[in-house]
């Protein structure tokens, strides 16, 4: 039996990265996995020949298509027992918030923590007539420390901490849990910022797939004591 065996979970921008290693991991350790994104062909490349793996195009900034999801899970599986909420992207070069443009700005913010609040907004009832279930939203270490020049960013980031703990608190008697996961730089990142890869303690970037352990943990029941909680994977960058 796996750590997560039979586990019907949904991880947004699965199409690569995080999401992408979540996802083979997660299977391979017994759930059935929904990635959604944008690219057809990224969800199938990762799909590949597992019958684990399941595919739905989504573009998480529009509500209708987060409607079609859930509905679309609720007729195949019945239920859902943990959301991944982690597409997100890290928009052009933001630059000053002087030189910020608004187009920048609601680009990200819709993109980082509109489509957190409508994911498990519309998770919620699956997960409750379920009796339970387990959240994971992927903030980044921009959510718990400033980032110069990423202002747009850094906002979305720390707005999912906080609706995280929100919705941890409002949930609990559900027995609901919902996390946020604060990865450093990983390598698949569109953006790599250096200057943080030199001033991380670990003096390297992480991989993917070692934030999809910790993934994996927070789905599983071995974490139900945890929820609201911010789990950090920076190599020690926020330690300092």
Do not use: C
């Amino acid at each position: 039996m796996g750590r997560v065996q039979d586990k019907v979970v949904l991880i947004t921008g699965g199409g690569s990265g995080i999401g992408a290693a979540s996802a083979k991991l997660l299977a391979k350790e017994g759930a059935q996995v929904i990635i959604t994104g944008r690219t057809q062909e990224k969800l199938d490349n990762v799909k590949a020949d597992n019958d684990q793996i399941h595919t739905i195009q989504q573009d998480v900034t529009k509500a209708e298509d987060w409607d079609r999801v859930i509905t679309e899970i609720k007729e195949k599986y019945g239920h859902l027992d943990g959301l991944v909420n982690n597409a997100g992207i890290t928009g052009p070069e933001e630059g000053s918030i002087e030189d910020l443009t608004d187009e920048t700005f609601y680009q990200i913010i819709d993109t980082n923590i509109y489509s957190v609040y409508k994911g498990m907004q519309v998770a919620i009832p699956l997960m409750r007539e379920a009796g339970k279930g387990s959240i994971v939203n992927i903030s980044s270490t921009s959510g718990l420390v400033g980032t110069p020049d990423a202002a747009a960013y850094g906002a979305s980031k720390f707005a999912v901490r906080g609706l995280t703990q929100s919705a941890a608190l409002e949930l609990v008697d559900d027995h609901i849990r919902v996390n946020s996961v604060h990865p450093g730089v990983v390598e698949t990142e569109i953006r790599l910022f250096e200057e943080v890869v030199e001033t991380t303690p670990m003096k390297r970037v992480g991989k993917a797939e070692e934030i999809a352990y910790l993934v994996l943990y927070l789905i599983s029941d071995e974490s139900t004591f945890s929820t609201g909680a911010a789990f950090t994977a920076d190599g020690g960058y926020t330690a300092k």
